[in-house]
């Protein structure tokens, strides 16, 4: 059911910017985002292996310093952008928590943006654990909340298909 033409890929950029993470929950989220297919273009313009809008992509790329010709549709370099984007985000969830829950609100934040996270942490009057902080979202992103929830529970179901635990 998942490929594993890209493993390598997963493997050494979960390692370099996600240590302690395992690789297959950034497996897991791409293939949420695209299946696994370089090539896919979502209806609203996300684009490659891991889904980036363009002009996240061009933050990203930046930061990392990918080469000018470097394209969202080349998936070794939407796996590195992925790792070190989600790194960051794993950055901004920092208070003490259980890492489950530091890497949901990075899914979210992935999904949703951080900004709208942030916004609805901030309307239920500052939880920190991931179950308050989601229970918050459709206040602030409406409908497209439930997409976000789906989004973080599909990507820990597909993970736990990997690891075997169904």
């Not at 933050?59 to 998936?75: K, Y």
């Not at 939407?78 to 899914?107: C, N, T, V």
Request: hydrophobic fraction near 40%; charge should be positive; glycine fraction near 10%.
């Amino acid at each position: 059911m998942f490929p594993d033409r890209f493993d390598h890929e997963f493997r050494q950029h979960a390692g370099r910017y996600l240590p302690g993470v395992d690789w297959r929950l950034l497996k897991a989220q791409c293939y949420q985002e695209s299946l696994l297919r370089p090539d896919a273009v979502s209806p609203v313009g996300a684009q490659g292996l891991c889904q980036f809008m363009p002009g996240t992509w061009r933050q990203v790329s930046g930061q990392i310093d990918l080469p000018p010709n470097a394209s969202v549709f080349m998936p070794q370099l939407s796996i590195r952008a992925a790792a070190f984007y989600m790194a960051g985000l794993r950055g901004q969830w920092s208070a003490k928590r259980p890492e489950w829950d530091r890497h949901s609100l990075a899914l979210a934040s992935y999904n949703a943006g951080l900004g709208h996270l942030l916004s609805a942490q901030r309307a239920c009057g500052g939880p920190s654990l991931y179950p308050e902080i989601i229970a918050c979202l459709p206040a602030i992103t409406g409908r497209h909340s439930r997409e976000t929830i789906t989004y973080v529970d599909r990507i820990w179901g597909w993970y736990r298909q990997m690891i075997g635990g169904g």
